[in-house]
């Protein structure tokens, strides 16, 4: 059971380059989800795709691109990294939107230099 | 903007005792969710509670739900070490802008201490 599978797991990136981070979930859900993790706080909706073919900016969308390439994928795009950006990225989905739990991968840790 | 306020920012107790955390919030929820998150991990949904539902169990773990106050609490029982982590609550407001945006607080890191 493989659930939401995330790559890479760690990144080091120099200011201004771009980066894709890839996410992937086997349960047939509907809705993805982008957040970002900052120590001291809670997450922070970046994007979402509520349904294939479908994607809505979240709380702390700039800086930041998303696709939903089919039901299976959603994937980020960091279009120009600024030392801002360096965060810890979770990829989540669910079935009903957040009237059902959330699955999460375990994270891709981003350091912008 | 951040809704779930958890209470206390982190609790350290001898295993075997029972473990209290609490979440506040600010608007009317559909339903509020607990997610633990061990170290360098991502988050586990543990137990969803609807507004409707006072009381839920699963397994150690008891969450309350009381909606006049806009407060949550989530008490493991009979704690054990692989209970450290760090729990989030998470809610589902209400409102017609909040379109599959869960609103996260901050959590709370726990330590069983052996």
């Known amino acids: 059971n493989a659930g939401v599978t995330q790559t890479p797991k760690f990144q080091v990136l120099k200011t201004g380059q771009s980066m894709t981070l890839q996410c992937a979930q086997d349960?047939?859900?509907?809705?993805m989800y982008w957040y970002r993790q900052d120590p001291g706080m809670g997450l922070r909706l970046i994007y979402y795709?509520?349904?294939?073919?479908?994607?809505d900016k979240g709380e702390v969308p700039n800086g930041y691109n998303v696709s939903r390439l089919n039901k299976r994928e959603f994937s980020l795009r960091l279009e120009s990294a600024a030392p801002s950006q360096t965060s810890v990225y979770f990829c989540?989905?669910?079935?009903?939107?957040?009237?059902?739990?959330?699955?999460f991968g375990s994270g891709t840790r981003l350091t912008v230099v | 903007s951040q809704q779930g306020e958890e209470d206390p920012q982190a609790l350290s107790i001898q295993e075997g005792e029972n473990a209290t955390m609490n979440c506040s919030y600010k608007?009317?929820?559909?339903?509020l969710q607990w997610y633990r998150q061990n170290s360098g991990r991502g988050l586990v949904h543990l137990i969803l509670?609807?507004?409707n539902e006072r009381e839920k169990h699963s397994g150690r773990l008891r969450v309350t739900l009381d909606t006049s106050k806009k407060s949550s609490s989530l008490l493991i029982t009979a704690s054990r070490a692989a209970d450290t982590a760090s729990y989030f609550c998470?809610?589902?407001?209400?409102?017609?802008?909040?379109?599959?945006?869960?609103?996260w607080g901050a959590g709370t890191k726990l330590i069983i201490k052996p």
């Open positions: 989540a989905s669910s079935e009903g939107g957040q009237r059902r739990g959330y699955t």
């Open positions: 349960m047939n859900h509907n809705s």
């Open positions: 795709s509520a349904s294939e073919g479908t994607t």
């Open positions: 608007t009317s929820i559909n339903n």
């Open positions: 509670i609807r507004s």
């Open positions: 998470a809610t589902d407001p209400r409102s017609k802008d909040s379109n599959y945006q869960l609103i």
